[in-house]
Protein backbone atom coordinates (compact mmCIF):
# COMPACT_ATOMS: atom_id res chain seq x y z
CA UNK A 1 0.00 0.00 0.00
CA UNK A 2 1.75 3.40 -0.99
CA UNK A 3 1.64 6.23 1.32
CA UNK A 4 -0.27 9.15 0.97
CA UNK A 5 2.43 11.50 -0.17
CA UNK A 6 3.26 8.98 -2.87
CA UNK A 7 -0.64 9.08 -3.86
CA UNK A 8 -0.13 12.73 -3.62
CA UNK A 9 2.75 12.75 -6.03
CA UNK A 10 1.24 10.00 -8.45
CA UNK A 11 -2.14 12.36 -9.09
CA UNK A 12 0.06 15.33 -9.31
CA UNK A 13 2.42 12.87 -12.34
CA UNK A 14 -0.36 11.93 -14.25
CA UNK A 15 -1.89 15.23 -14.97
CA UNK A 16 1.54 16.68 -15.45
CA UNK A 17 2.76 14.14 -17.90
CA UNK A 18 -0.73 12.10 -19.51
CA UNK A 19 -0.37 13.92 -22.99
CA UNK A 20 3.20 13.89 -23.14
CA UNK A 21 4.30 12.58 -26.67
CA UNK A 22 7.59 11.50 -26.52
CA UNK A 23 7.10 8.61 -25.15
CA UNK A 24 7.89 9.72 -21.46
CA UNK A 25 4.30 9.75 -20.41
CA UNK A 26 2.53 8.47 -17.91
CA UNK A 27 2.47 5.33 -18.94
CA UNK A 28 5.84 5.17 -18.85
CA UNK A 29 5.57 6.24 -15.20
CA UNK A 30 3.37 3.58 -14.35
CA UNK A 31 5.30 1.33 -16.05
CA UNK A 32 8.67 1.87 -13.95
CA UNK A 33 6.59 2.26 -11.21
CA UNK A 34 5.48 -1.32 -11.10
CA UNK A 35 8.70 -2.96 -12.42
CA UNK A 36 10.48 -1.21 -9.45
CA UNK A 37 8.01 -2.89 -7.11
CA UNK A 38 8.23 -5.67 -8.41
CA UNK A 39 12.25 -5.75 -8.29
CA UNK A 40 11.87 -4.70 -4.55
CA UNK A 41 9.53 -7.09 -3.59
CA UNK A 42 12.72 -9.33 -4.67
CA UNK A 43 14.95 -7.63 -2.24
CA UNK A 44 15.73 -7.27 1.51
CA UNK A 45 15.04 -4.24 3.56
CA UNK A 46 14.31 -1.61 0.55
CA UNK A 47 12.40 2.12 1.18
CA UNK A 48 9.50 1.03 -0.46
CA UNK A 49 8.52 4.97 -0.15
CA UNK A 50 11.61 6.26 -1.73
CA UNK A 51 11.82 3.45 -4.27
CA UNK A 52 8.19 4.45 -5.64
CA UNK A 53 8.80 8.22 -5.58
CA UNK A 54 11.72 8.63 -7.33
CA UNK A 55 10.64 6.31 -10.07
CA UNK A 56 7.54 8.45 -10.28
CA UNK A 57 9.16 11.93 -10.72
CA UNK A 58 12.20 10.36 -12.33
CA UNK A 59 11.63 12.14 -15.61
CA UNK A 60 9.40 15.43 -14.88
CA UNK A 61 12.41 17.48 -15.00
CA UNK A 62 13.80 15.64 -17.77
CA UNK A 63 15.59 17.82 -20.72
CA UNK A 64 14.25 15.43 -22.85
CA UNK A 65 11.13 16.97 -21.67
CA UNK A 66 11.63 20.28 -20.57
CA UNK A 67 14.32 20.72 -23.32
CA UNK A 68 16.56 22.10 -20.48
CA UNK A 69 19.48 20.11 -19.05
CA UNK A 70 19.97 22.56 -16.64
CA UNK A 71 16.71 21.45 -14.93
CA UNK A 72 17.48 18.18 -14.22
CA UNK A 73 20.54 19.18 -11.51
CA UNK A 74 17.96 21.75 -9.88
CA UNK A 75 14.85 19.20 -10.29
CA UNK A 76 12.57 22.13 -9.46
CA UNK A 77 9.06 20.21 -10.81
CA UNK A 78 9.98 16.98 -8.16
CA UNK A 79 10.95 19.68 -5.91
CA UNK A 80 7.73 21.66 -5.81
CA UNK A 81 5.82 18.61 -5.89
CA UNK A 82 6.85 16.63 -2.79
CA UNK A 83 6.85 19.59 -0.98
CA UNK A 84 3.07 19.93 -2.22
CA UNK A 85 2.85 16.34 -0.94
CA UNK A 86 4.12 17.59 2.33
CA UNK A 87 7.21 15.50 2.82
CA UNK A 88 10.07 16.32 5.12
CA UNK A 89 13.18 17.97 3.32
CA UNK A 90 15.04 15.25 4.10
CA UNK A 91 12.97 13.14 1.97
CA UNK A 92 12.86 15.27 -1.17
CA UNK A 93 16.76 15.52 -0.63
CA UNK A 94 16.86 11.64 -0.94
CA UNK A 95 14.76 11.27 -3.96
CA UNK A 96 16.85 14.09 -6.14
CA UNK A 97 20.25 13.00 -5.18
CA UNK A 98 18.51 9.43 -6.42
CA UNK A 99 16.96 11.15 -9.90
CA UNK A 100 20.14 12.66 -10.15
CA UNK A 101 22.44 9.93 -10.30
CA UNK A 102 20.53 7.96 -12.06
CA UNK A 103 20.38 7.70 -15.90
CA UNK A 104 22.04 6.39 -19.36
CA UNK A 105 23.58 9.57 -20.07
CA UNK A 106 25.55 9.75 -16.47
CA UNK A 107 26.98 6.10 -17.41
CA UNK A 108 28.86 7.93 -20.19
CA UNK A 109 30.47 10.42 -18.13
CA UNK A 110 34.29 9.72 -17.37
CA UNK A 111 34.29 9.88 -13.64
CA UNK A 112 37.71 8.41 -12.10
CA UNK A 113 36.00 8.05 -8.73
CA UNK A 114 32.83 5.67 -9.12
CA UNK A 115 29.20 6.54 -7.56
CA UNK A 116 28.31 4.65 -4.84
CA UNK A 117 24.20 4.10 -5.17
CA UNK A 118 22.64 2.61 -2.80
CA UNK A 119 19.70 -0.52 -3.30
CA UNK A 120 17.08 1.77 -4.14
CA UNK A 121 18.76 3.64 -6.48
CA UNK A 122 19.79 0.17 -8.28
CA UNK A 123 16.23 -0.72 -8.72
CA UNK A 124 14.78 2.88 -9.40
CA UNK A 125 17.99 2.64 -12.52
CA UNK A 126 17.07 -1.29 -13.27
CA UNK A 127 13.83 -0.59 -13.39
CA UNK A 128 13.60 2.48 -15.96
CA UNK A 129 15.87 0.97 -17.99
CA UNK A 130 14.33 -2.43 -18.55
CA UNK A 131 10.95 -0.10 -20.01
CA UNK A 132 13.80 0.83 -22.76
CA UNK A 133 14.34 -2.37 -23.64
CA UNK A 134 11.80 -5.16 -24.95
CA UNK A 135 8.64 -4.87 -27.21
CA UNK A 136 7.66 -1.59 -25.31
CA UNK A 137 11.56 -0.70 -25.39
CA UNK A 138 11.03 -0.91 -29.81
CA UNK A 139 7.93 1.19 -29.43
CA UNK A 140 9.16 4.28 -27.33
CA UNK A 141 11.99 4.81 -29.74
CA UNK A 142 10.42 5.13 -32.57
CA UNK A 143 7.44 7.00 -30.44
CA UNK A 144 10.53 9.61 -29.70
CA UNK A 145 11.93 9.76 -32.67
CA UNK A 146 8.63 10.60 -34.69
CA UNK A 147 7.98 13.03 -31.96
CA UNK A 148 11.77 15.12 -33.14
CA UNK A 149 10.86 14.17 -37.20
CA UNK A 150 13.48 11.63 -37.16
CA UNK A 151 13.40 9.55 -39.93
CA UNK A 152 13.08 5.56 -38.89
CA UNK A 153 16.50 4.13 -40.44
CA UNK A 154 19.14 5.71 -42.53
CA UNK A 155 20.98 2.67 -44.00
CA UNK A 156 24.24 4.89 -44.50
CA UNK A 157 23.92 6.23 -40.92
CA UNK A 158 25.69 3.48 -39.04
CA UNK A 159 25.81 4.39 -35.03
CA UNK A 160 28.32 6.44 -33.11
CA UNK A 161 31.46 4.29 -31.08
CA UNK A 162 32.12 5.64 -27.47
CA UNK A 163 29.72 8.35 -26.95
CA UNK A 164 29.93 11.19 -24.49
CA UNK A 165 27.61 12.14 -21.99
CA UNK A 166 27.89 15.44 -24.03
CA UNK A 167 27.68 13.48 -27.33
CA UNK A 168 24.83 11.39 -26.27
CA UNK A 169 22.17 14.38 -26.55
CA UNK A 170 23.33 15.55 -29.49
CA UNK A 171 20.86 15.01 -32.48
CA UNK A 172 20.61 12.10 -34.34
CA UNK A 173 19.08 12.08 -37.75
CA UNK A 174 17.07 8.74 -37.87
CA UNK A 175 15.73 6.44 -35.00
CA UNK A 176 17.63 3.00 -35.60
CA UNK A 177 21.18 4.02 -34.24
CA UNK A 178 19.82 4.59 -30.21
CA UNK A 179 19.37 0.28 -30.56
CA UNK A 180 23.41 0.60 -30.76
CA UNK A 181 23.89 3.24 -29.05
CA UNK A 182 22.24 2.64 -25.61
CA UNK A 183 19.29 -0.10 -25.72
CA UNK A 184 21.52 -2.54 -26.63
CA UNK A 185 24.25 -2.39 -24.15
CA UNK A 186 21.84 -1.72 -21.73
CA UNK A 187 21.54 -5.48 -20.33
CA UNK A 188 25.37 -5.03 -18.90
CA UNK A 189 24.30 -2.26 -16.56
CA UNK A 190 21.80 -4.15 -14.48
CA UNK A 191 22.24 -4.30 -10.85
CA UNK A 192 19.47 -6.31 -9.25
CA UNK A 193 19.02 -10.14 -9.78
CA UNK A 194 16.06 -9.94 -11.04
CA UNK A 195 16.68 -7.44 -12.95
CA UNK A 196 19.05 -8.91 -14.70
CA UNK A 197 16.67 -11.75 -15.73
CA UNK A 198 14.38 -9.81 -17.17
CA UNK A 199 16.82 -7.38 -18.92
CA UNK A 200 18.20 -10.71 -21.03
CA UNK A 201 14.68 -11.69 -21.80
CA UNK A 202 14.31 -8.33 -23.22
CA UNK A 203 17.00 -8.31 -24.71
CA UNK A 204 16.93 -11.31 -26.80
CA UNK A 205 13.52 -9.38 -28.28
CA UNK A 206 15.52 -6.72 -29.34
CA UNK A 207 17.83 -8.88 -31.08
CA UNK A 208 14.83 -10.74 -32.68
CA UNK A 209 12.90 -7.34 -33.77
CA UNK A 210 16.34 -6.04 -35.29
CA UNK A 211 17.17 -8.85 -37.10
CA UNK A 212 13.60 -9.14 -39.00
CA UNK A 213 14.23 -5.86 -39.87
CA UNK A 214 17.10 -5.56 -41.53
CA UNK A 215 16.20 -8.48 -43.44
CA UNK A 216 12.91 -6.59 -44.25
CA UNK A 217 14.67 -3.41 -45.36
CA UNK A 218 17.38 -4.98 -46.97
CA UNK A 219 19.66 -3.21 -45.17
CA UNK A 220 23.60 -3.17 -45.74
CA UNK A 221 25.60 -6.14 -44.41
CA UNK A 222 27.24 -3.72 -42.18
CA UNK A 223 24.05 -3.45 -39.82
CA UNK A 224 24.00 -7.56 -39.74
CA UNK A 225 27.42 -7.46 -38.47
CA UNK A 226 26.75 -4.68 -35.73
CA UNK A 227 23.95 -6.91 -34.26
CA UNK A 228 26.40 -9.75 -34.02
CA UNK A 229 27.97 -8.89 -31.53
CA UNK A 230 25.23 -8.24 -29.26
CA UNK A 231 23.98 -11.90 -29.65
Not at 157 to 163: A, C, D, G
Request: glycine share 6%; charged share 25%; proline share 3%.
Amino acid sequence: MSTPAVTHVAAAVQKHLEHEGTGHDWQHIQRVWHIALKLASEEQEVDTELVELVCLLHDVDDAKITGDLASEEVLPLARSLMQQAGLAQLRIEQVCAIIAMNGYRKTLKDTKKPVQKSLEAHICADADFLDGMGAIGVARTFTYGGSKGRAIFIPEELPREKLSSEQYVSREYSSLPHFFEKLLKLRTLMHTTSGKAEAERRHQHMVTYLETFFEEVSAPPAWQKLLAAYK
